[in-house]
């Protein structure tokens, strides 16, 4: 029977989805099952990992019996994932010990202090890449083992795993324990120049080695699995925003692009070398495909598309982030209302773990379309900030910016961020280039596709979207966005 198929496994924040691309790398089905965001404490996150997998499992079900294909006719299958949210399992049974602890989780702020205070940041950087911030795996890992009775004795005699999602979901399909260099760069925990877990910040960090996964290339079959009803390989392992760049095929040095999820996350392919950021950005592994490892610059932005998330289920404002855009679009401005929504801290370039969210220039004439307008904005402002960092880290100015995730359907979200940054903003003709890339990734590990000069065929630009606001506009409304950005780091 002939392979007619790949299949991305992309797990998310707030959802688990899977598509399957053809040949050509179009779309023959999409499946997407959302489940429950966990919340114990103010800025605590998480997820309870077995939930993960069966609602990962179904959308694959799902996906195959939607386009009528059968399991025998998938060449491989690529696993893309929310980075840094941690998982730590029984290596007997494959039972969880406590809930997965997502990225945005804020619990080990004062653990990541201490570090800091301890002199360990520039050491941290020179050897990860990283800052020392919640965000990352490391000390996710460290609360775990202490807070888990009998825990951190466990892991030291071998009876744990720790992983990040794509871990956790490659133990489930196969029973390998492994990761890849993307995920592996985002733990605190990895020497991206030796490309090994670093013994020296394992022992800071306090994680004993005898949990940590093998690390291998992104593109590489890991095993097979029967979960499909035929074997199929487990091809590809990447951080979903990493997979991103290689879907968007930006496999040439300064080649960016923007992923509007739940967070936003910039990135720029900087090739064989890794560049070290003076502006608040991260060094950070692209990929290793072909015996060849690729670095990227980074910018997070923790809250993206969440903020649309909150105006619906929080606040009752729209009833769907759909509704976000027209209700935008029926006031010409925000009426100088700005909304940081910094409700997890505030990421690159501030890495500020303690600011908040706010609201500011409120009048008696705000209503709700300014505030949601005001929301929108954020997000292309946050990502504009991060932007200009990249281009001064890495002395390239960046002609054009390429876009995918969910809320890059907006259009107003897409026209504010050209008018924002001046530049043309170009989204693909799929918004789905995380599993896009985790399928290139995949297709290359089996030869379902011959080389990358065959992918960059394989996408097309959907819609360019050109600037129009002038010098002195845009310098206005950057300023009001960084006094209102002073305001959430002064709460």
Same mark, same amino acid.
């Given at each position: 029977?002939?392979?007619?198929?790949i299949?991305?496994?992309?797990?998310?924040t707030?959802s688990?989805?899977?598509?399957?691309?053809?040949?050509?790398?179009?779309?023959?089905?999409v499946?997407?099952?959302?489940?429950?965001q966990?919340?114990?404490?103010?800025?605590?996150?998480e997820?309870?990992?077995?939930?993960?997998?069966?609602t990962?499992?179904?959308?694959?079900?799902?996906?195959?019996?939607?386009?009528?294909?059968?399991p025998?006719? /998938?060449a491989?299958?690529? %696993?893309?994932?929310? @980075?840094? *949210? #941690?998982?730590i399992? +029984? =290596?007997?049974?494959?039972?969880? /010990?406590?809930?997965a602890? %997502?990225?945005q989780? @804020?619990? *080990? #702020?004062?653990?990541? +202090? =201490?570090?800091?205070?301890?002199?360990?940041?520039?050491?941290?950087?020179?050897r990860?890449?990283l800052?020392?911030?919640?965000?990352?795996s490391?000390?996710?890992?460290?609360?775990?083992?202490?807070?888990?009775?009998?825990?951190?004795?466990?892991?030291?005699?071998?009876?744990?795993?720790?992983?990040?999602?794509?871990?956790?979901?490659?133990?489930?399909?196969?029973?390998?324990?492994?990761?890849?260099v993307?995920n592996?760069?985002?733990?605190?925990?990895?020497?991206?120049?030796?490309?090994d877990?670093?013994?020296?910040?394992?022992?800071?960090?306090?994680?004993?080695?005898a949990?940590?996964?093998s690390?291998?290339p992104s593109?590489h079959?890991?095993?097979?699995?029967?979960?499909?009803?035929?074997?199929?390989?487990?091809?590809?392992?990447?951080?979903?925003?990493?997979?991103?760049?290689?879907?968007q095929?930006?496999?040439?040095?300064?080649?960016?692009?923007?992923?509007?999820?739940?967070?936003?996350?910039?990135?720029?392919?900087t090739?064989a070398?890794?560049?070290e950021s003076?502006?608040?950005?991260?060094?950070?592994?692209?990929?290793?495909?072909?015996g060849?490892?690729d670095?990227?610059l980074?910018g997070?932005?923790?809250?993206?598309?969440?903020?649309?998330?909150?105006?619906?289920d929080?606040?009752?404002?729209?009833?769907?982030?759909?509704?976000?855009?027209?209700?935008?679009?029926?006031?010409?401005?925000?009426?100088?209302?700005?909304?940081?929504?910094a409700?997890?801290?505030l990421?690159?370039?501030?890495?500020?773990?303690?600011?908040?969210?706010?609201?500011?220039?409120?009048?008696?004439?705000?209503?709700?379309?300014h505030?949601?307008?005001?929301?929108?904005?954020s997000?292309?402002?946050?990502?504009?900030?991060v932007?200009?960092c990249?281009?001064?880290?890495?002395?390239q100015?960046?002609?054009?910016?390429?876009?995918?995730?969910?809320?890059?359907?907006?259009d107003?979200?897409?026209?504010?961020?050209?008018?924002?940054?001046?530049?043309?903003?170009?989204?693909?003709?799929?918004?789905?280039?995380?599993?896009?890339?985790?399928?290139?990734?995949?297709?290359?590990?089996?030869?379902?596709?011959?080389?990358?000069?065959?992918?960059?065929?394989?996408?097309?630009t959907?819609?360019?979207?050109?600037p129009?606001w002038?010098?002195?506009?845009r310098?206005?409304e950057?300023?009001s966005?960084?006094?209102?950005?002073?305001?959430?780091?002064?709460?």
């Open positions: 029977m002939s392979k007619r198929y299949l991305a496994m992309d797990q998310g707030t688990s989805r899977s598509v399957l691309f053809d040949e050509s790398a179009r779309i023959a089905a499946a997407a099952e959302e489940f429950e966990i919340y114990p404490q103010p800025g605590w996150v997820h309870d990992p077995e939930a993960i997998w069966n990962q499992l179904e959308t694959a079900r799902r996906v195959l019996r939607e386009a009528n294909v059968r025998d006719e /998938i491989a299958i690529g %696993v893309t994932n929310q @980075r840094e *949210t #941690t998982v399992w +029984e =290596r007997a049974t494959g039972r969880p /010990i406590y809930n602890i %997502v990225w989780c @804020r619990r *080990t #702020t004062e653990a990541c +202090e =201490r570090l800091s205070a301890a002199g360990l940041a520039d050491e941290v950087r020179q990860t890449g800052v020392i911030d919640a965000y990352f490391g000390t996710k890992a460290v609360w775990i083992l202490d807070h888990v009775p009998g825990a951190r004795a466990r892991a030291e005699r071998g009876e744990l795993c720790f992983g990040t999602i794509d871990s956790w979901l490659l133990y489930k399909l196969t029973g390998q324990h492994a990761t890849d993307s592996a760069s985002r733990t605190l925990l990895f020497n991206i120049h030796g490309l877990w670093d013994d020296v910040l394992l022992g800071h960090v306090g994680v004993p080695r949990i940590m996964p690390v291998g593109s079959v890991y095993g097979t699995t029967k979960v499909l009803g035929a074997d199929v390989p487990v091809a590809a392992l990447c951080g979903d925003q990493q997979s991103a760049l290689f879907g095929t930006a496999f040439n040095i300064g080649d960016c692009k923007n992923t509007y999820g739940t967070g936003c996350f910039l990135l720029m392919n090739g070398n890794p560049v003076r502006h608040g950005l991260l060094t950070t592994l692209a990929w290793s495909v072909d060849k490892v670095y990227a980074e997070s932005v923790f809250i993206g598309g969440a903020v649309i998330q909150w105006l619906r929080e606040l009752g404002l729209i009833a769907s982030a759909e509704e976000s855009e027209a209700l935008a679009l029926s006031v010409p401005d925000s009426g100088g209302v700005r909304l940081v929504p409700f997890v801290g990421g690159a370039p501030h890495w500020d773990m303690r600011a908040r969210g706010v609201i500011t220039g409120l009048t008696r004439g705000a209503n709700r379309a505030i949601v307008r005001a929301a929108l904005e997000i292309s402002f946050q990502s504009a900030d932007l200009r990249m281009e001064a880290d890495s002395g100015t960046i002609r054009a910016l390429r876009v995918d995730g969910g809320a890059a359907r907006n107003f979200l897409l026209q504010h961020q050209a008018d924002v940054l001046g530049i043309p903003v170009l989204r693909g003709r799929t918004s789905e280039s995380t599993a896009l890339g985790a399928a290139f990734l995949a297709g290359l590990a089996v030869e379902f596709w011959p080389g990358r000069a065959q992918l960059s065929q394989l996408t097309a959907e819609r360019v979207f050109e129009s002038n010098t002195n506009r310098e206005s950057v300023n966005w960084h006094r209102a950005v002073t305001c959430a780091r002064s709460v």
